[in-house]
T-cell receptor, first 113, second 112 residues
């Protein structure tokens, strides 16, 4: 039972354009969501997070949107850069176990120069 | 500020052996959690420790265990290794009241 889903295994975007990575969840009790970027053989790098009391959080080129009614979140990267090429994971947690993260399967983003 | 460190970075073991992995959290972080990443199952939560106590545990067999020391450093142990235990094992640390979780570089375990 996959509670956090990233349905697109891969995404290719031209440098300078917007990258939109999507994530769906099924557990309505999740109240905190995070995005991580990961290179092979390295640990995930924290990018941005959002609490369920918000619908948007912005940090530089990264913006996360949360649609609670649709149980959907997305990560926007603008403008995309070749160095953004990596696997992106979304993760979710419950308030009672804040540090037990449930991860999606990841999306490989390739930014083409 | 130093990040999460894990040792060793690479490890090769044979079936039936046991292994101990070590993690040092970010200074000031008292929560340490462990994750397993495999191609088939993705990133899965193993367990979390806070103030030397296990607070949460994922759906893994009892061969997987861990502990945390008074300085917040943590170890995880896998006994009677199986081929399927080959994975990247990630340690993450968090502030006691914070929601951000920061990962170390991982230990790549290969079981032959």
């Amino acid at each position: 039972d996959q509670q956090v889903k990233q349905n697109s295994p891969s995404l290719s975007v031209q440098e300078g354009r917007i990258s939109i990575l999507n994530c769906d969840y099924t557990n309505s009790m999740f109240d905190y969501f995070l995005w991580y970027k990961k290179y092979p053989a390295e640990g995930p790098t924290f990018l941005i997070s959002i609490s369920s009391i918000k619908d948007k959080n912005e940090d530089g080129r990264f913006t996360v949107f949360l649609n609670k009614s649709a149980k959907h979140l997305s990560l926007h990267i603008v403008p995309s850069q070749p160095g953004d090429s990596a696997v992106y994971f979304c993760a979710a947690s419950l308030s009672g176990s804040a540090r037990q993260l449930t991860f999606g399967s990841g999306t490989q983003l390739t930014v083409l120069p | 500020k130093a990040g999460v460190t894990q040792t060793p970075r690479y490890l090769i073991k044979t079936r039936g052996q046991q292994v101990t992995l070590s993690c040092s959290p970010i200074s000031g972080h008292r929560s340490v959690s462990w994750y397993q990443q495999t191609p088939g199952q993705g990133l899965q939560f193993l367990f979390e420790y806070f103030s030397e106590t296990q607070r949460n545990k994922g759906n893994f067999p009892g061969r997987f265990s861990g502990r945390q020391f008074s300085n917040s450093r943590s170890e995880m142990n896998v006994s009677t290794l199986e081929l399927g235990d080959s994975a990247l094992y990630l340690c993450a640390s968090s502030l006691s009241g914070g929601r951000g979780t920061f990962f170390g570089p991982g230990t790549r375990l290969t079981v032959l």
